[in-house]
T-cell receptor, first 114, second 114 residues
Framework: DAGVIQSPRHEVTEMGQEVTLRCKPI?????LFWYRQTMMRGLELLIY????????DSGMPEDRFSAKMPNASFSTLKIQPSEPRDSAVYFC????????????FGQGTRLTVV | DQQVKQNSPSLSVQEGRISILNCDYT??????FLWYKKYPAEGPTFLIS?????DKNEDGRFTVFLNKSAKHLSLHIVPSQPGDSAVYFC?????????????FGPGTRLSVLP
């Protein structure tokens, strides 16, 4: 398996534009997580899914953020409209076994909003 | 309010010596802890974990120690190698959290000097 795949690796967009980040989890993993990494706050969990169903989105910062998982092999994180303070690295991770298997992370998407 | 703290943003160690990375937590309900290593432009990768029923877990050059009464854990790397230079994240989760909602510390940048 190629691991968790995220696209794009880098995204530069203008303030006010819509941004969509994509993630393909490892096949067979039941859980998918979206994290954001910033200098100020480190790695923060935004939302996670179990079997394609959003379970906890309490980490999503604002209504401008939304995430979907239409099937077991694909998830998106959308920011609309984007703002400069959304600039960060966004990681997707997946895992299996609810008894605490470690999560496998993608390489991240570096988002810059200018 | 950070539930998982890594008070040393950076650490430098000579090759061959021991590296000790520290992590403190405030939530007494945390009962599972992990360490992740992160290289630049890559996602975090799992390194080692420990359950609260143990006070030590060892895997090769890596050992994690847990002191529940002090709410403190540490990662020991011995001997340290230049390839260990990375950012190390401590993460914790609660036993009743079916969804593996890991809380990450801010990370410690380890530099192993040749």
């Amino acid at each position: 398996d190629a691991g968790v795949i995220q696209s794009p690796r880098h995204e530069v967009t203008e303030m006010g534009q819509e941004v969509t980040l994509r993630c393909k989890p490892i096949s067979g993993h039941d859980y998918l997580f979206w994290y954001r990494q910033t200098m100020m706050r480190g790695l923060e969990l935004l939302i996670y899914f179990n079997n394609n169903v959003p379970i906890d989105d309490s980490g999503m910062p604002e209504d401008r953020f939304s995430a979907k998982m239409p099937n077991a092999s694909f998830s998106t994180l959308k920011i609309q409209p984007s703002e400069p303070r959304d600039s960060a690295v966004y990681f997707c991770a997946s895992s299996t076994d609810p008894q605490r298997a470690e999560a496998f992370f993608g390489q991240g998407t570096r988002l810059t909003v200018v | 309010d950070q539930q998982v703290k890594q008070n040393s943003p950076s650490l430098s160690v000579q090759e061959g010596r021991i590296s000790i990375l520290n992590c403190d937590y405030t939530n007494s309900m945390f009962d599972y802890f992990l360490w992740y290593k992160k290289y630049p432009a890559e996602g975090p990768t799992f390194l080692i974990s420990i359950s609260s029923i143990k006070d030590k877990n060892e895997d090769g050059r890596f050992t994690v120690f847990l002191n529940k009464s002090a709410k403190h854990l540490s990662l020991h790397i011995v001997p340290s190698q230049p390839g260990d230079s990375a950012v190390y994240f401590c993460a914790a989760s609660e036993g009743d959290n079916y969804g593996q909602n890991f809380v990450f510390g801010p990370g410690t940048r380890l530099s192993v000097l040749p």
